[in-house]
């Protein structure tokens, strides 16, 4: 129908979701018919992210808190994951559950500003990336995507650029898929809900322990107090923090902390709810 909201969005879609300009207009009269439609959120998001338009990300992530669309649970999870992160810090993320929420947190609500939260897909286009160099201060890059025999190769070393031209902290998200660090593994430190690269050693369960006992939200994790129309994807989020909570259990049980009780039963409660009480 012409001139309604699917038309509009129909054709801002087809133009390639945000890569052309040009079609942004189809995106803002869709939100003139109807501003209520949730699904119109994360394509702002993304287009004003492309365009690192600070003044409108903020306007977009108030109106996505407003809608209540996002699970309380994956605010919490992003939360933990940013709060995870040193000052200043560069954290990769990969997918939209630990990438918009974070967003959000930051432009919405102020939380970890400081952190340069970047998704390893979007970075991959190119005027986007030169945005952010530029705003970190880092040199561009000399080769895109058509210089590389694959994409794993090229992604590799959009990471190896970050790595060699800042002296922030990097960070990959606690989901990031492991091809991300592979080639510097032993590199790699979990600290809850992010993995910290450093080439040196350092002492990460006493990082652990600290964020879990002073900077995370974990009341969600022991008490559903509402119910969540994402349940299940946060339920699948919450796997993530299953490792290192079994690090800091052992540290509990070694030194004979009475914490260790309640962080087995957490443990316990967000395996059965993952079914991996065997693993």
């Given at each position: 129908?012409?001139?309604?909201?699917?038309?509009?969005?129909?054709?801002?879609?087809?133009?390639?979701?945000?890569?052309?300009?040009?079609?942004?207009?189809?995106?803002?009269?869709?939100?003139?018919?109807?501003?209520?439609?949730?699904?119109?959120?994360?394509?702002?998001?993304?287009?004003?992210?492309?365009?690192?338009?600070?003044?409108?990300?903020?306007?977009?992530?108030?109106?996505?808190?407003?809608?209540?669309?996002?699970?309380?649970?994956?605010?919490?999870?992003?939360?933990?994951?940013?709060?995870?992160?040193?000052?200043?810090?560069?954290?990769?993320?990969?997918?939209?559950?630990?990438?918009?929420?974070?967003?959000?947190?930051?432009?919405?609500?102020?939380?970890?500003?400081?952190?340069?939260?970047?998704?390893?897909?979007?970075?991959?286009?190119?005027?986007?990336?030169?945005?952010?160099?530029?705003?970190?201060?880092?040199?561009?890059?000399?080769?895109?995507?058509?210089?590389?025999?694959?994409?794993?190769?090229?992604?590799?070393?959009?990471?190896?650029?970050?790595?060699?031209?800042?002296?922030r902290p990097i960070y990959f998200a606690i989901s990031a898929h492991p091809r991300l660090y592979e080639s510097f593994k032993d590199e790699i430190h979990n600290v809850g809900m992010a993995?910290?690269?450093?080439?040196?050693?350092?002492?990460?369960?006493?990082?652990?322990?600290?964020?879990?006992?002073?900077?995370?939200?974990?009341?969600?994790?022991?008490?559903?107090?509402?119910?969540?129309?994402?349940?299940?994807?946060?339920?699948?989020?919450?796997?993530?923090?299953?490792?290192?909570?079994?690090?800091?259990?052992?540290?509990?049980?070694?030194?004979?902390?009475?914490?260790?009780?309640?962080?087995?039963?957490?443990?316990?409660?967000?395996?059965?709810?993952?079914?991996?009480?065997?693993?």
């Amino acid at each position: 129908i012409p001139e309604s909201f699917e038309f509009h969005y129909v054709k801002y879609w087809n133009g390639g979701n945000g890569t052309d300009p040009s079609l942004v207009s189809h995106l803002q009269k869709a939100y003139e018919l109807e501003p209520n439609r949730a699904e119109l959120n994360d394509d702002f998001m993304s287009y004003y992210e492309l365009k690192r338009d600070k003044e409108n990300l903020e306007k977009v992530a108030k109106r996505w808190l407003a809608s209540n669309d996002i699970s309380p649970n994956l605010y919490a999870w992003n939360y933990n994951m940013l709060q995870s992160t040193e000052e200043d810090a560069i954290l990769f993320t990969v997918g939209d559950n630990d990438t918009y929420p974070a967003i959000v947190l930051q432009h919405g609500k102020g939380i970890r500003t400081d952190v340069a939260v970047i998704n390893t897909s979007l970075i991959a286009i190119k005027d986007y990336r030169n945005l952010w160099l530029k705003e970190l201060g880092m040199p561009l890059m000399n080769k895109d995507f058509d210089d590389y025999e694959s994409w794993t190769a090229f992604e590799a070393d959009i990471i190896n650029h970050f790595k060699t031209n800042t002296t922030r902290p990097i960070y990959f998200a606690i989901s990031a898929h492991p091809r991300l660090y592979e080639s510097f593994k032993d590199e790699i430190h979990n600290v809850g809900m992010a993995l910290k690269w450093s080439p040196e050693k350092f002492d990460n369960i006493a990082v652990i322990k600290r964020n879990y006992e002073k900077k995370f939200l974990i009341d969600h994790l022991k008490v559903e107090f509402q119910n969540d129309i994402s349940q299940g994807v946060a339920d699948h989020a919450n796997a993530n923090y299953l490792i290192s909570m079994l690090t800091l259990y052992n540290h509990y049980k070694e030194s004979e902390d009475t914490k260790a009780e309640e962080m087995r039963l957490l443990i316990q409660r967000i395996a059965e709810k993952n079914n991996m009480e065997d693993k």
